[in-house]
């Protein structure tokens, strides 16, 4: 298990909860947006589903290279 946990709040609700971010890449597949900002950062969008209501979320993430 990770420790690269990320909150999301859902857009309805209101709801709060942490999401893993390995787990959201491997749940990846139908919603997938890659948006690359210079050469050490890259901003990956994944969709989180809120646990209270069902309401699929974008979710944001931004991937900086330690090279």
Same mark, same amino acid.
């Given at each position: 298990?990770s420790?690269?946990?990320?909150?999301?709040?859902?857009?309805?609700?209101?709801?709060?909860?942490?999401?893993?971010?390995?787990?959201?890449?491997?749940?990846?597949?139908? #919603?997938?947006? %890659?948006? #690359?900002?210079?050469?050490?950062?890259? /901003?990956?969008? #994944?969709?989180?589903?809120?646990?209270?209501?069902? /309401?699929?979320?974008?979710?944001?993430?931004?991937? %900086?290279?330690?090279?």
């Open positions: 298990m420790d690269n946990f990320i909150e999301v709040r859902c857009v309805i609700c209101g709801h709060a909860w942490l999401e893993d971010i390995d787990e959201l890449k491997r749940q990846q597949g139908i #919603y997938k947006a %890659v948006v #690359y900002r210079g050469a050490s950062a890259k /901003t990956q969008s #994944y969709r989180a589903r809120c646990p209270k209501d069902g /309401t699929w979320v974008v979710v944001d993430v931004e991937e %900086v290279d330690d090279a």
